[in-house]
């Protein structure tokens, strides 16, 4: 599988996002790394403590990190559930935050595929020491 | 930022997350900006108020930051004794790009906005060929 094939597959922007990074190398680089980011754990976890406040700030989050890998599909899910709690209140809909659930598993266990597939390590891929888990 | 400097630009970036401050730190490295990671508000304040005068050209500023976003670290900058408090161009990072960020941004100090996902030849230029004429 290649880094484009795992793009197309997850509906994601592939073309985008090789033109923003000047082409594939820091593409395989980054989104290689994102099962490594904690956000959308930490995000679960104050859904489901009903911490609306940090849900918001943790899906907006993931909104940044998700719009700069160009994950089309969890990028968009994210922004609307950003958009219904940027208020301070509760989420409104369950369907919402279902929606970003959705396509947040359905990135991973594409990117986790070409993980494997290609038989990438993460501790190869990384600047050590200069990640900062959060 | 002269053109003549012969030094790289040098920006300091804060964001919170990790992923997407390595990231943006590559993506400016591809475009010869060298920069510095801040992980909140507070330690970007911390570092921009302990630098030497012209250790940076500009701050990227995350603005949905714990301990204290992006907003407050603006003021608390143009508010410091720094010698760069007023004229280092800070550039407010989102994930939206509504007038009201726009707004949000200006009120609070910045001279610029960009919003997510970055368009590095965008902001290559803002950092290189300066804000003024850029951002308005």
């Known amino acids: 599988m290649t880094i484009k094939q795992c793009y197309d597959k997850m509906g994601a922007d592939y073309k985008g996002i090789c033109e923003r990074f000047g082409g594939e190398m820091l593409v395989v680089k980054f989104a290689t790394r994102f099962p490594e980011d904690t956000t959308y754990d930490r995000l679960c976890k104050a859904v489901d403590e009903a911490d609306w406040r940090m849900a918001f700030r943790l899906v907006h989050t993931l909104k940044g990190v998700a719009a700069n890998l160009s994950l089309t599909h969890l990028t968009q899910a994210a922004s609307v559930m950003t958009d219904d709690l940027r208020d301070g209140g509760a989420l409104t809909n369950e369907a919402i935050w279902e929606s970003v659930q959705t396509c947040y598993e359905e990135a991973l266990s594409c990117i986790r595929e070409y993980i494997e597939m290609e038989n990438i390590h993460a501790k190869d891929n990384s600047d050590s020491g200069r990640y900062r888990p959060e | ?136």
């Not at chain 2, 100090?109 to 308005?136: Q, S, Y």
Request: glycine share 8%; aromatic share 2%.
């Open chain 2, 1 to 136: 930022m002269s053109e003549t400097d012969d030094r790289r630009v040098k920006v300091l970036v804060a964001e919170d997350n990790g992923l997407s401050g390595e990231l943006l730190q590559a993506v400016l490295e591809t475009k010869g900006i060298e920069s510095e990671l801040a992980f909140d508000g507070r330690e970007a304040v911390s570092k921009f108020q302990a630098s030497e005068p012209d250790t940076y050209d500009a701050i990227l500023m995350d603005v949905e930051m714990p301990l204290m976003d992006g907003y407050e670290a603006a003021r608390t900058i143009r508010a410091s004794k720094h010698v760069q408090s007023g004229s280092i161009p800070i550039i407010a990072m989102t994930a939206n790009d509504g007038i009201e960020d726009i707004q949000a941004a200006r009120a609070n100090g910045m001279d610029g906005h960009i919003a997510k996902p970055i368009d590095v030849d965008r902001l290559a230029k803002l950092l290189t060929r300066g804000l003024e004429n850029e951002t308005k």
